[in-house]
């Protein structure tokens, strides 16, 4: 008689093993908590202050710290440029001339609110509790992870929304009580709440914003740069190359370097900053590099003009990685595309093939005002005699003058027309047709948009507004040039 197999048992996932650990740690303290609680406060009285006050306990951190460790991916930290001891300035508290009575609350009225991102992944995290109370710890474990994928801190966001509202009721209840609630004073931080002379630290609510750091330097530094300025000495400064000779930049206060840097170029402050760690720092101050997003960034590189708003939100007031990886049209230069083709010769020996390589450059300049100029030039005029002459002015052969605007990272290029059919006297077959260009716009490396890809290329019959696709078979990607009389900054 033979015995059945052995049952075959699928070992529980470590992951599930150590989130309902983490799970149970948490409804334990939770009931622990609230035994306490209800020991503590005597019968017939209630103190909703006491619990809007009152956040989650060390254990509770814990537990839900460990959760997020094996849930998350790496953070993305946020720096303020002063140093790590100064990655949050807050205002003091008030004093003895800005006292409140016992059960008034000072709430900001500036307080922004969340991002769309932001605010998703709090809603998802709010639905994985609720699953995780219910008891369908599979659903709460797959929205738990979305939500953390989304934004790291996303259960920091979440209990402080939470203390937001539990605080507005509170508000509310007072005022019906007869305790009005007392407006944000101009001591009072934007990102603080206090109640009771307590204050409740709300500033992971907000996405951003400059605040000034222990070196003089006002700046906000996210991603990968952060992490490394974090490891920086709070003490920082120019030292000579050479110790018995004086280094009279010592003398000079960082503002004043800063207004120097304003009058530099991307590339020459990111050369500066070079030197030392003193001068990195310098280099991220907030005025130099919003000067460089306001005036780039404006229509024809993005939509709208009121499109800088949800731009700064993406990036968190990030001015300079705003500038460095948001796409954007190159103007201080030109795109060359230098393009080759084989045609066969023609030979008297039967025996012998000629070949001939033909080289063609292909022009784009891009003007502030929204004007593109498109030149294909063959391999008699050299690009160093050729760049100095892209102006609206030219009437080259092979010159056309259009319109351009960047929608993402594709650039749309149209009315691509003859300039010389404008002028007096040109024939009508001449305005017949225009030229249009779809390119695909991309940096190598970071930063400085530097290619452009050809992705369409069409003509377009001005009198029926048909389009007829040419072919692209010996075009090559567009390379940027920077040309030092094209600066625009």
């Known amino acids: 008689m033979q015995r059945p197999p052995p049952k075959v048992t699928e070992e529980e996932p470590e992951e599930l093993k150590r989130f309902r650990e983490a799970w149970k740690a948490e409804v334990q303290q939770k009931r622990a908590q609230t035994h306490t609680v209800q020991s503590a406060v005597p019968s017939g009285s209630h103190d909703a202050s006491a619990h809007a006050?009152?956040?989650?306990?060390?254990?509770?951190?814990?537990?839900?710290?460990?959760?997020?460790?094996?849930?998350?991916?790496?953070?993305?930290?946020?720096?303020?440029a002063g140093g790590k001891h100064a990655a949050r300035t807050l205002s003091p508290k008030p004093g003895p001339s800005s006292e409140t009575p016992a059960g008034h609350a000072i709430v900001s009225s500036h307080l922004p609110p969340l991002g769309d991102t932001l605010q998703s992944a709090v809603d998802m995290y709010r639905r994985a509790i609720e699953h995780e109370q219910g008891g369908d710890l599979d659903e709460a474990l797959r929205l738990?992870?979305?939500?953390?994928?989304?934004?790291?801190?996303?259960?920091?966001?979440?209990?402080?929304?939470?203390?937001?509202?539990?605080?507005?009721?509170?508000?509310?209840?007072?005022?019906?009580?007869?305790?009005?609630?007392?407006?944000?004073?101009?001591?009072?931080?934007?990102?603080?709440?206090?109640?009771?002379?307590?204050?409740?630290?709300?500033?992971?609510?907000?996405?951003?914003?400059?605040?000034?750091?222990?070196?003089?330097?006002?700046?906000?530094?996210?991603?990968?740069?952060?992490?490394?300025?974090?490891?920086?000495?709070?003490?920082?400064?120019?030292?000579?190359?050479?110790?018995?000779?004086?280094?009279?930049?010592?003398?000079?206060?960082?503002?004043l370097l800063v207004?120097?840097?304003?009058?530099?170029?991307?590339?020459?402050?990111?050369?500066?900053?070079?030197?030392?760690?003193?001068?990195?720092?310098?280099?991220?101050?907030?005025?130099?590099?919003?000067d460089f997003v306001y005036e780039t960034y404006k229509p024809p590189q993005v939509p709208r003009e009121s499109y800088m708003k949800t731009l700064?939100?993406?990036?968190?007031?990030?001015?300079?990685?705003?500038?460095?990886?948001?796409?954007?049209?190159?103007?201080?230069?030109?795109?060359?595309?230098?393009?080759?083709?084989?045609?066969?010769?023609?030979?008297?020996?039967?025996?012998?093939?000629?070949?001939?390589?033909?080289?063609?450059?292909?022009?784009?300049?891009?003007?502030?005002?929204?004007?593109v100029i498109s030149l294909l030039a063959n391999e008699e005029m050299s690009p160093q005699q050729v760049i100095p002459l892209l102006k609206s002015s030219l009437r080259m052969k092979g010159t056309t003058i259009g319109n351009w605007r960047l929608e993402g990272t594709t650039v749309y290029i149209t009315d691509l027309i003859d300039p010389s059919s404008l002028d007096p006297g040109a024939s009508y077959s001449s305005k017949r047709y225009a030229f249009q260009m779809t390119l695909s716009l991309r940096s190598r490396p970071l930063g400085r948009w530097n290619k452009l890809d050809m992705a369409a290329y069409e003509t377009v019959n001005l009198e029926t507004g048909e389009t007829e696709l040419l072919p692209l078979k010996h075009d090559r990607p567009f390379w940027f040039s920077k040309v030092k009389s094209y600066a625009t900054h």
């Not at 305790?179 to 931080?189: F, G, K, L, Y």
């Not at 170029?265 to 907030?286: G, M, P, Q, Y």
């Open 53 to 80: 006050v009152s956040g989650p306990g060390p254990a509770d951190d814990r537990a839900k710290e460990k959760r997020r460790e094996s849930l998350s991916a790496s953070p993305e930290r946020h720096y303020t």
């Open 144 to 255: 738990y992870r979305q939500a953390f994928r989304i934004d790291d801190h996303v259960d920091k966001a979440y209990r402080k929304a939470e203390k937001l509202e539990e605080l507005r009721l509170q508000t509310k209840q007072a005022a019906a009580g007869g305790a009005p609630a007392i407006s944000t004073a101009s001591d009072v931080a934007s990102s603080e709440v206090i109640i009771d002379g307590k204050a409740l630290d709300l500033s992971v609510l907000s996405i951003s914003a400059d605040t000034k750091g222990t070196h003089g330097v006002e700046g906000i530094v996210t991603g990968k740069l952060a992490d490394l300025l974090e490891t920086f000495s709070k003490d920082l400064g120019f030292e000579p190359e050479d110790e018995n000779q004086k280094l009279h930049m010592r003398k000079l206060p960082d503002e």
């Open 259 to 290: 207004q120097v840097l304003r009058c530099l170029d991307h590339t020459s402050i990111e050369r500066f900053a070079l030197v030392n760690k003193k001068a990195r720092i310098i280099s991220l101050d907030t005025a130099i590099w919003r």
């Open 312 to 371: 700064m939100q993406t990036y968190r007031y990030d001015y300079r990685r705003t500038y460095v990886e948001q796409p954007r049209v190159r103007m201080d230069g030109v795109y060359i595309a230098v393009c080759h083709y084989v045609r066969a010769g023609l030979s008297q020996n039967a025996w012998v093939n000629i070949s001939h390589l033909i080289t063609f450059h292909r022009f784009l300049r891009f003007f502030p005002n929204g004007q």
